[in-house]
């Protein structure tokens, strides 16, 4: 990971001020920097073996920025079985979380230690890192990470959409990994923005990112579907209270949905939605790990 993004020196914290007041708990600040830091960490590349195949607007990898990576990793290993494999340059750790001998996420720690709470980060494939980045400011966005190349992983950058919600853009050096639902269990699903005006947040994503997006009607309120090339890449709906802040909420899949959540609550995490059968048949839960960052796990067979 490029330093820029571990260091958060010369921007000052800021608190989202996100509150998921199901469960009554404070999360999210924001941690990640915005200036350029001498060195690199080594990280792996997405794939080992280059495809050179590239899936324009999926999510091909996730971070979790925490001020405590030796606690996210036991609450994130115990809770979902996830091994880790650990690199350490200049200071900066940083953790790969394994499901075998496949990386699905890394987890740093910004060295400004003003930040204490933890955030779930992200990276959509795009042809043109830089492109892309110009697009973001056209659109109204705000670049938090300037485009940087990072040795093995790639070019990347980090920005907020017009609401404050923190993406990464990535363009791979080996290519992206194949496509598809989540094929264990305990990986990576789905991923969700929740937003104010998903009009304006489909507009945001279909230019900055190169996304298709359109509103589905449901019967449990309307649903913004990104899309590209015809294929499902993401989704999102509008925020059900007023004091949570538009922030994009990973997915995993799980075997045991009421196993998971018991588990995540010995853990220490807190509980901000509940397995409810009048939300997905009681499928889906929200978890918020120990340190604030929020994420959905879903009971999931089938086809999204």
């Given at each position: 990971?490029?330093?820029?993004?571990?260091?958060?020196?010369?921007?000052?914290?800021?608190?989202?001020?996100?509150?998921?007041?199901?469960?009554?708990?404070?999360?999210?600040?924001?941690?990640?920097?915005?200036?350029?830091?001498?060195?690199?960490?080594?990280?792996?590349?997405?794939?080992?073996t280059?495809?050179?195949?590239?899936?324009?607007?999926?999510?091909?990898?996730?971070?979790?920025?925490?001020?405590?990576?030796?606690?996210?990793?036991?609450?994130?290993?115990?809770?979902?079985g996830?091994?880790?494999?650990?690199?350490?340059?200049?200071?900066?750790?940083?953790?790969?979380a394994?499901?075998?001998p496949?990386?699905?996420?890394?987890?740093?720690?910004?060295?400004?230690?003003?930040?204490?709470?933890?955030?779930?980060?992200?990276?959509?494939?795009?042809?043109d890192?830089?492109?892309?980045v110009?697009?973001?400011?056209?659109?109204?966005?705000?670049?938090?990470?300037?485009?940087?190349?990072?040795?093995?992983?790639?070019?990347?950058?980090?920005?907020?959409?017009?609401?404050?919600?923190?993406?990464?853009?990535?363009?791979?050096?080996?290519?992206?990994?194949?496509p598809?639902?989540?094929?264990?269990?305990?990986?990576?699903?789905?991923?969700?923005?929740?937003?104010?005006?998903?009009?304006?947040?489909?507009?945001?994503?279909?230019?900055?990112?190169?996304?298709?997006?359109?509103?589905?009607?449901?019967?449990?309120?309307?649903?913004?579907?990104?899309?590209?090339?015809?294929?499902?890449?993401?989704?999102?709906?509008?925020?059900?209270?007023?004091?949570?802040?538009?922030?994009?909420l990973?997915?995993?899949?799980?075997?045991?949905?009421?196993?998971?959540?018991?588990?995540?609550?010995?853990?220490?995490?807190?509980?901000?939605?509940?397995?409810?059968?009048?939300?997905?048949?009681?499928?889906?839960?929200?978890?918020?790990?120990?340190?604030g960052?929020?994420?959905?796990?879903?009971?999931?067979?089938?086809?999204?």
């Open positions: 990971m490029n330093e820029r993004y571990a260091s958060g020196g010369g921007r000052r914290p800021r608190s989202r001020g996100l509150r998921w007041s199901l469960a009554g708990v404070a999360v999210f600040a924001l941690a990640l920097g915005g200036v350029a830091c001498s060195g690199t960490i080594e990280v792996p590349a997405l794939n080992p280059p495809t050179g195949q590239y899936h324009q607007g999926e999510v091909v990898w996730h971070d979790l920025v925490t001020p405590d990576v030796d606690g996210a990793k036991k609450f994130y290993g115990d809770l979902f996830w091994t880790f494999q650990t690199i350490e340059s200049n200071g900066i750790e940083y953790a790969i394994m499901i075998g496949r990386p699905v996420a890394g987890f740093y720690r910004p060295e400004d230690k003003r930040y204490t709470a933890a955030e779930w980060l992200q990276f959509f494939s795009v042809d890192v830089d492109a892309a110009a697009r973001v400011a056209t659109a109204g966005g705000t670049m938090i990470g300037e485009p940087a190349d990072i040795p093995q992983r790639g070019r990347v950058a980090v920005a907020e959409d017009r609401e404050g919600a923190a993406f990464g853009l990535i363009r791979s050096a080996t290519g992206d990994p194949a598809g639902i989540a094929a264990p269990h305990n990986d990576f699903l789905w991923n969700e923005l929740w937003t104010n005006d998903m009009s304006a947040a489909g507009a945001f994503y279909d230019a900055a990112v190169g996304l298709d997006s359109r509103i589905v009607p449901r019967e449990d309120g309307d649903y913004l579907v990104f899309t590209h090339g015809g294929e499902r890449r993401a989704g999102g709906l509008k925020i059900p209270q007023a004091n949570i802040e538009p922030t994009w990973p997915t995993i899949r799980v075997a045991d949905i009421k196993a998971t959540v018991a588990r995540a609550k010995q853990l220490g995490g807190e509980i901000a939605l509940e397995p409810r059968w009048d939300i997905v048949d009681g499928k889906v839960a929200i978890i918020v790990d120990p340190h960052a929020p994420v959905t796990v879903r009971q999931w067979e089938g086809q999204l």
